[in-house]
């Protein structure tokens, strides 16, 4: 049985080749930010969000591929009122949300879905809450010197596993869904599929 990931993601392909998943990666196409735009004016919780995303990405890349498991993935970051925290558009408004960020705690929730037949079959949503130290201006200003454009697509504006590490005082939670994918709970599910061995 084939797997599928709808996805073009780097950190989750590199997650799931390093755990020895075999594995396909194809685009999901869909209209992510319509989708998105939608159901948070719907006042649709960020936990909720992600699944959804993850859920519309597996669903419509497994109608093409009905006879294999289709994994979608989507992962979202909320300050801790809720209010969702977007990719910066510009190094400015990056810079900006840094000095937000500091001092302050935020979730961060990835889901993956499994569907086949174009149907789901498996989901799991993880959340980690990420403590951001007190960071200096000539901190940030270092960190944006180092890391911008590369962080230009990621929410937040880190990558823990590279120089973003340096952002936090404290981590509670699991590392794979901070870096996008619920990785053990989908590794025990693909291997009740065969995709993997027991």
């Known amino acids: 049985m084939r797997l599928i990931l709808a996805s073009q993601s780097a950190s989750r392909r590199a997650m799931l080749a390093a755990a020895g998943v075999p594995h396909e990666a194809m685009a999901a196409a869909v209209d992510e930010e319509s989708m998105k735009a939608g159901l948070r004016a719907e006042g649709v919780s960020p936990r909720n969000l992600a699944d959804a995303l993850a859920e519309l990405k597996a ?3 497994s109608h093409r591929h009905p006879t294999d498991l289709v994994l979608g993935c989507d992962s979202t970051v909320a300050f801790e009122d809720g209010t969702m925290i977007d990719k910066a558009a510009s190094r400015e408004e990056q810079r900006d949300l840094l000095r937000r960020l500091s001092g302050t705690r935020h979730k961060l929730h990835s889901a993956a879905v499994i ?8 989901r799991h949503v993880d959340s980690a809450t990420l403590h951001v130290r007190a960071l200096s201006d000539a901190f940030i200003d270092g960190y944006m010197e180092a ?5 230009g697509h990621c929410v937040g504006g880190y990558r823990i596993e590279g120089l973003g590490a340096q952002l936090f005082a404290r981590i509670e939670g699991s590392q794979f869904t901070i870096l996008g994918l619920p990785l053990l709970p989908l590794l025990d599910y693909l291997r009740t599929r065969g995709v993997i061995e027991s």
């Open 115 to 122: 569907c086949e037949g174009g149907v789901p079959v498996w």
């Open 59 to 61: 669903t419509k890349l």
């Open 147 to 151: 890391e911008w454009p590369a962080i």
